[in-house]
C-alpha cells in the first residue's frame, strides 16, 4: 500500500481507502461487509469512510461493529463520519440537521455512539448549510477538536470560496480551520479538483479524499451498452448524479476509454482507478465496493499507476478532452 | 444620475461611469477625448478608470491633462489606475511589471506624475501575479493608502479564491483588504459576476466596476451581420476577447435580443446596459464610448433599466439560457 | 538537594533528576529499579523521565507500578513521556508514529494508562517530524494542556530554528509554546546547549533537560583502556552515538580529565556531572543509573561543583578545547 | 541573463548581481567603476550591491554619481545599502551605528543622499547587533518601507535563529519581516547556506543574496602557489576573512578544483560561480570584479553551470568533502 499526506497535515492515509456509502446496513449483508473491510485493512488500507446518512446510520453500526470484533489497534485506522443530512427522510425536525452547533454536537455524540468509538479521527461537514454561519460551524468543529471527539475536520462538496472563507473565519478567532475536502472525482467530472481547487493546494494545504473514482460505475465500461435496471444508478434518490454523469458525451467517452484501456492490457475500472491515483493533490480515492472479487481487483490500480507515462496521460486527455481550463491570466 | 456605494464602502460612484481603454491615446483625438469627458462629467458620471497599460501610459496622460484643463474640483470625481502590465512592449524589464513591491510603488508614483495628480481614488491590481505571494501585495496596497498615494484598492480579473485569500491575509496583519473587483460582465459573460462571486458581496462586501457591458460592441447588434473590419475587435491583440465571445450561440442570442429590444422600444445597447445596471451588486457600468452620440445615447439606460420589470427579465433569461447555476446545495 | 526553575516557567526542578531509559523494563530488573527510584526520591530527586519508546512501553509501566506502589503524593514529583518514535519495530503502521495529531494524542492517552497516571507533568516531542507542520504539533500539544492531560510540553533533540519555529505558531494563534527541550549535553558534546541555543535562554526562555551527561559512559573513565563488551556503547542500535563519541579527540580529552579530577581530589564521573550542573542554562542533568552506588555516588556532583572555580573552569577549557565559537559579530 | 525570485517575494533579481565592496571608491578608478556598472547592466544584471562602511561612504556616492550619468530608468534596476558598522573608523560615537532606530533613520537617509536616490530597493542589517532588541530592528525597518524610504528590508551575516526571532516580531506586532539574508558561499564555505537556513526557505521564503562566491579569490586558483602581496586577501582588516579561508584543507581542494574544472574545459573561477548558481536557494551570486575582463568573464558561468550534470556534481562533492551534514534525525 501507498501512503499519503492528508494535506499538509502529518496524518498518513492510504492512497485507496474504503468508504461505504450505499453498500453497509443496505445493500449489502453483514457478513460481506466485514469481510471486504478484512480485506481493506489487511491490504493496507487504513482508512475507512462512513455518514450519519449513509443507510441512516445503520452502515455507522455495521462498521463499528466489525472494528469491536476484530479488535485492530486504535491507533492503526482511521475512521470518518459526517454530518448535515440527519438521518434523512421526512420527519426530521428543523434542529436534526444542517451546520449549526447543537446538530454538529449531537450529530458526533450519535455517531461515536453507534460506531461504539471515543472519537472520530475526520468528521466532514458534508454539504455547505446557506443557514448557518460559516463561524459557527468553524468553532464548533474547532472545539470538539478541543474536547477530543474527533481530530481532523473537513468538508464535503463546498466551493473553493467556502473552503477560504472557513479558513478565514479561523485565523480570525485563532481556530483550527478545515484540513481537508471530500469532493467526486473521476474521468468524467474533473472541474473541481483539477480546476477550481488549484491554489487550494497551496495556499490551505488542502487535502482530498476523493469519492466515486468510477463515476458511479459507469466508468467500469458496464453501462456502455444501456443502463440495466437494479444498478446503482437506479437507485431511487440519485437522480442528481444519474442526470448529470449518464449524458450522451460521457459514454463515448467511456467507450474509447474501453478500448483504450483493453490495449494497454488493463481493465477499464482499473484505468479509472489509476488515473485518479496519478493525481498528487488526491490525497485518498475512496473505493464503494461491494463484492470481494471486485475490492481485491481493485489494488492492481497502482500497478497501473505506474504504467500511466505522460504519453499514455496524453493520449487519455485526447479521449477525455474534458481538462478544467487553466486561469485565464 | 444614480449613485451606488463600492460595495460596502461608503464611497459612492455613479452606476455609469466611463473607461479610456482602447480609446484615450489612441483611436481617438485628444480633443474628442477632452468632449467626452466634458459630457460624462456634465451628465453626472464620476469615476474615470483608468490604467497604466492603456496606451501604454498615454490614456492617463489625456486624461490627467483634461483633468486638469477642465478645473473640475478634486473632490467631486473619481479617478482609477491599475497597475500589473507595465507599459507593455517586449523590452521590459523583469522588475517593471507584476504585483511585487517594487513595480506597485514605481507604476503607482509613475500614474501620478501621468495624471499630474496627487493622489488616485481607486488602484486595481489589475490580474493576479502568480509570481508574488498576494501577502507582498496586500501590504504594498495597505502602505500605498498610508502613504495617502491611493485612496481604495482593488483587483481586475482575479479568482473569488484570490479575493478571499487578499481579504485573509489583511485581516490577519489588520490591514485594508481590497474594496472592488473588476470584472468583464454582460449578457453573454455572466459566470463570474452572478456566480463564483456570489458569496462575495455578503462575506467581504465586494464591489464590482465592471468592463465591457456590450461585450465589445457585439450587444450593439453591429456584428449580426457579420464581422467588418476596423470595429474594436479587429484589433490586434484582442484574439483572446474575440474568440470568447464571437462564438455562434452568442451570435444567435444577440440576434434574438435585438428583436426583443425593438419588440421592447430600445436600442440592442440600450438593453444590453440596462440589464448591467439591474443587477444590485454591479457598482458601476463602465462605458468605453468613442463618440459623442454614443455616450449621450447610453444615459438613457437607466429609463431602460425601469422598464425591465420582472416579467422581462424573465423572458430575456429565456432567450439568453445561461444562467450561471446555484451552487449545487 | 537544588532545584532550579523549567527556564522561565515556574516549575521547579531537581537540578539533578533520574531516567529510565535503557534501564527500566531491559538492563535492570524491576526490583532494582524500585531501589533506584527510591533512593532518587529520597534523596530530593523530583523529575523521571521517561518516553514510549523506552524498551518499547515497559519502561513506563515499570515506573508507573513503582509510583503506585509507594504512594508517594502526586504533586511531589514530576513525570514525563515523549512520543515520535511510537512502540518502534519494524510493524509500525504509519499513523501510529510521528508528531501529526493522531499520534500525539494517541500516544499520550496510551503512556497515561502505561503509567496508570492521570496526567503526564512534561510531554517531549521526542524528535522534529519534517512531515507535520509543526502548526499541527504546537497545536495539539497545547490541547492536550487544555484537557488537562499533560502540564507543559518540549521538545527533544530540535535545532534551535525549529524550536523558534514553534513559539511563532505558538504566538501567531496564542497558544502555549514549548517550555523545555531535552538535548544530549556533556563535556564532549557541547554544540548545542552552548552554542546553537545560546539566544534561546533569553529570547523565549528555553528550559533544558539534558541527556546523557556521561557521554553514555566514556566520560567515567570506563573506556580509558578500551571498549569492553557489555557496556551501554555496546547495545545494538546505539552505533549513532559510539560513533559520534568514541573518537580519537575525545578518549584523549577523557584521560587528561581523568587525571585532573584525581588532582582535584574528585572522581571522573563526578566531575563531568560537576561541570554540567555548572552551567545555569542547564535546568536538569538527567542520571542514568543502573546501581544503587552509582546513583548514591552521583549526588556528590554538588559538591564538586562548588569547587568548580572560574580558575579550574579555565584549566579544563584548556583540556577540552572545544567550547563552541561566539557568534562571529 | 536570468532572473530569480528573491525569496518567496515577487521581486525578480538577476542571477548574476554586481558588488562594490573593496573597489569602488577605494581599490579601482571612478572610470573603470562606470565601465564595470555598464558591463553589468548591458548584460542584464539588474542588482547593485551596496553598504554604508564600504569605502566609508565613498562607494555608494560613486554608484549613485553613475547611475545618475546613466540615466537608466529607475525601475529597471535594484540599488542596496547596509547599515551597522557607520562609516567605521575608531572615532565613531556609540550612536552612529549598530540597529538602534536612529542609526537605521540616519544612515537610512544618509545613504540615499550619497546615493541622491529617493529610496533604496534592499536595505540590509549588516550584522547582527546584541546591544539592540531584535524588536526595535524590526520596527524601524518597518516603518522605513512604509515612509517609503526602502522597499524590502534583509540581513546580512545573521544566525537562522536571529532571522527566525525577526519573523516572530514582525508576527506579533503584524509587521513586515526580513525579505532576504546576504551570507557568505562558495566551495569552501557552506554551512550556512546550506545546513543552518536548510529550513528557512521553507518556513519563512528566505531569499539569499550571497557573497564571495570566489572565496575572496581563493577559488580563482590564484593562491594556489603561494600568497603574493597586492591581493584582496592582503588587505589590512580582513585578516579575519583570510584566517578562515587560507586554511592548508581548503589550498588542496582548490588545486584539485583547478585541475577538475581544466578538464571540464572550463576555468577554475566559472566553475566556482557556476557552482553557486546552481543551487536553487541562491537568489543571487553577488560578483566583485574590479576589471572588465574578469566581469565579462564572469557572464560564462551560466553555460558552465548548464554543464554540471548531477555526475559532475558528485565528482565535486568528492573534492570538497564540506558537504553540511543533515540534521540527524
Not at 155 to 179: C, D, F, K, N
Not at 231 to 257: Q, S, Y
Request: with cysteine; proline share 4%; charged share 25%.
Amino acid at each position: 500500500m501507498e501512503y499519503r499526506r492528508l494535506g499538509k497535515s502529518g496524518l498518513q492515509v492510504s492512497a485507496l481507502s474504503f468508504g461505504s456509502w450505499l453498500t453497509f446496513g443496505k445493500q449489502i449483508e453483514n457478513g460481506i461487509a466485514d469481510e471486504l473491510m478484512t480485506i481493506a485493512y489487511d491490504n493496507g488500507i487504513n482508512f475507512f469512510d462512513n455518514a450519519e446518512i449513509y443507510a441512516r446510520g445503520k452502515s455507522e453500526e455495521v462498521m463499528g461493529e466489525i472494528l469491536k470484533k476484530k479488535g485492530w489497534s486504535r491507533d492503526s485506522y482511521i475512521v470518518s463520519s459526517k454530518a448535515f443530512f440527519g438521518l434523512g427522510g421526512k420527519d426530521l425536525k428543523p434542529t436534526q440537521k444542517g451546520l449549526h452547533r447543537k446538530h454538529l454536537v449531537e450529530a458526533c455524540e450519535q455517531a461515536l455512539k453507534r460506531f461504539q468509538l471515543d472519537y472520530l479521527d475526520l468528521y466532514f461537514c458534508h454539504r455547505p448549510d446557506k443557514q448557518t454561519p460559516i463561524e459557527e460551524t468553524v468553532w464548533t468543529m474547532h472545539n470538539l477538536i478541543q474536547q477530543g471527539k474527533i481530530l481532523y475536520w473537513g468538508t464535503s462538496e463546498w466551493s473553493a470560496q467556502e473552503i477560504m472563507e472557513a479558513h478565514m473565519v479561523a485565523q480570525r478567532y485563532s481556530l483550527i480551520g478545515p484540513t481537508m475536502e471530500q469532493p467526486q472525482y473521476n474521468m468524467l467530472e474533473r472541474n473541481k479538483v483539477e480546476g477550481e481547487f488549484a491554489q487550494l493546494y497551496k495556499t490551505v494545504g488542502l487535502g482530498t479524499t476523493i469519492w466515486s473514482p468510477l463515476a458511479s460505475g459507469v466508468l467500469t465500461g458496464k453501462y456502455n451498452d444501456g443502463f440495466p435496471e437494479g444498478t446503482r444508478l437506479g437507485i431511487e434518490g440519485l437522480d442528481w448524479l444519474r442526470d448529470n454523469t449518464l449524458v450522451e458525451a460521457n459514454m463515448k467517452r467511456v467507450k474509447e476509454l474501453t478500448k483504450f484501456a483493453f490495449d494497454l492490457g488493463m481493465t477499464m475500472p482499473i484505468l479509472a482507478l489509476a488515473w485518479c491515483l496519478k493525481n498528487e493533490n488526491v490525497s485518498t480515492v475512496i473505493l464503494g465496493a461491494s463484492k470481494r472479487a471486485q475490492l481485491i481487483e481493485n489494488f492492481k490500480a497502482f500497478e497501473g499507476r505506474d504504467r500511466l507515462t505522460p504519453q499514455v496521460m496524453e493520449q487519455i486527455e485526447q479521449i477525455l478532452k474534458n481538462k478544467p481550463a487553466p486561469p485565464s491570466f
